[in-house]
Nanobody, 119 residues
């Protein structure tokens, strides 16, 4: 049974940092890409970052490139999203997913962890 659990969200001031974690069970990162998408209230889902299962290449949306860093510990089946220089427009619920990358495909995802960035 696939299960993804996000953690690490919270309230932070603009310019601050957060590190999100995603504990995965039910699949390994050589079978599925791992990544993050976010959804702000009243907005559509937005892909944030992902790691390709084929070669490990990382991808970022233009809005977060240079500020966010995705990584994984495959032995622990855990993914991370380091978020630096946070902006109020980063406020959203962040979801970890398993699927495809860089062509975004969300096959599995967790319940999300909320991130609020105050100005």
């Amino acid at each position: 049974e696939v299960h993804l659990v996000e953690s690490g969200g919270g309230l932070v001031q603009a310019g601050g940092s957060l590190r999100l974690s995603c504990a995965v069970s039910g699949f390994t990162f050589d079978a599925y890409a791992i990544g993050w998408f976010r959804q702000a209230p009243g907005k559509e889902r937005e892909g944030v970052s992902c790691i390709s299962s084929s070669d490990g290449s990382t991808y970022y949306s233009d809005s977060v490139k240079g500020r966010f860093t995705i990584s994984s510990d495959n032995a622990k089946n855990t993914a991370y999203l380091q978020m630096d220089s946070l902006k109020p427009e980063d406020t959203a619920v962040y979801y970890c997913y398993g699927g495809s990358c860089p062509a975004l495909g969300y096959e599995y995802w967790g319940h999300g962890t909320p991130v609020t960035v105050s100005s």
